[in-house]
């Protein structure tokens, strides 16, 4: 059975339970992996394990049931502090670290864990959104992270270790969280209503890298159109770099302003890409076709219109997995599209 309804991470639970158990908990983490994945879930159920007044905490089985359990689920509990960037901020804002200009130091994530606890015997806070702590943000923390009140515990939320200042990694314990087996995702998208039926589930797990988040803004039927639009453009005869450019930003531009859901369109669009190169170097090699029945429709209509050889289709593909670092990178978009496709356009015609 899944702890605390969590699924997928009986690594990280048993990691947790042996530390427990020999009274070894470290003070600081920092918890890493894909969005989406429970990595939130997991620090709130941990900091239920660790306040619950009816059971000690090395039985890593918080009852779920006392005012201690219900305050940290409700996120009432006074020794649970939680941070998270206010959307539309492109960073964590210092004052909730170290309070506004009027309360400096009286106020604030690294005042609050710094009293004594009011209920439990630790303070607990986590930081979500670590991948956007500023240099002044880390700062501040330090101290914190140094020298850690006693039995409080400090989690920081990320979603890749090169994206944390290495003062912060280096005085965390680094805690990997992995992409969820497609079968476990599958069946998350399907309990929560985001599939209509186990076939839709698995094709959206498929695509969603281990991530239920990601495979929920998959389930949007624009996405999937687009993705006929973009394998025939790139199947066509000819690469028209421009006009697949133009259209991949107009897709982008429906999703509208907010940089976050802009990336994750780009992000798919440019995925989808990288997958119809595999494909079509697959064919070549006489391998099989690729089971998703629209994405082998146009690997074989391009194999049959086009003779383009194995070595420009590995560069195509390369350059599309490039394009999505860059994605990833928060490279800007408009550029990088039209980059992409000019690099495409060149490697068609022999030049790379
Ligand atoms: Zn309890």
Not at 65 to 88: F, N, W, Y
Not at 100 to 124: A, E, N, T, V, W
Not at 248 to 261: K, M, N, Q, T, Y
Request: charged letters at 25%; a neutral charge.
């Amino acid at each position: 059975m899944a702890w605390q309804e969590i699924e997928g991470h009986d690594r990280v639970v048993e990691q947790f339970r042996r530390a427990l158990e020999r009274g070894r908990l470290a003070s600081s983490f920092l918890f890493i992996g894909p969005s989406g994945i429970g990595k939130r879930s997991f620090a709130v159920a941990l900091a239920r394990t660790l306040l619950c007044q009816a059971r000690p905490e090395a039985a890593m089985d918080p009852c779920g049931r006392c005012t201690a359990c219900a305050q940290v689920t409700a996120g009432t509990h006074p020794d649970l502090i939680q941070v998270v960037k206010p959307k539309g901020k492109s960073s964590l804002p210092l004052e909730l670290l170290i309070g506004d200009r009027d309360h400096r130091m009286r106020q604030g994530l690294c005042y609050d864990i710094s009293l004594k606890p009011f209920m439990g015997g630790r303070k607990i806070a986590i930081i979500d959104d670590a991948d956007h702590l500023n240099a002044e943000g880390a700062n501040c923390l330090l101290k914190t992270l140094e020298e850690p009140p006693p039995r409080s515990v400090l989690i920081l939320i990320g979603t890749s270790p090169a994206r944390q200042l290495p003062t912060i990694r280096s005085r965390c314990q680094l805690i990997r969280f992995q992409p969820l087996p497609e079968a476990v995702a599958a069946e998350l998208l399907l309990a929560r209503g985001h599939a209509s039926d186990a076939a839709e589930a698995r094709r959206l797990a498929a695509h969603g890298e281990g991530s239920p988040e990601r495979a929920i803004e998959l389930a949007d039927p624009a996405l999937w159109a687009f993705r006929e639009t973009l394998l025939s453009q790139l199947a066509a005869p000819s690469l028209d770099g421009l006009r697949v450019a133009r259209s991949i930003s107009a897709f982008v531009d429906e999703a509208g302003r907010e940089a976050p859901r802009r990336r994750s369109r780009l992000r798919l669009v440019a995925g989808f890409a990288a997958e119809f190169y595999r494909g079509r170097l697959l064919a070549h090699q006489e391998a099989e076709l690729p089971q998703d029945t629209t994405l082998a429709r146009f690997v074989k209509e391009a194999q049959d219109r086009s003779s383009v050889n194995v070595t420009i289709l590995s560069a195509c593909a390369e350059r599309c997995l490039d394009a999505l670092e860059q994605i990833d990178r928060n490279a800007n978009q408009a550029t990088l599209v039209e980059c992409w496709m000019d690099d495409l356009d060149r490697i068609y015609g022999g030049d790379f």
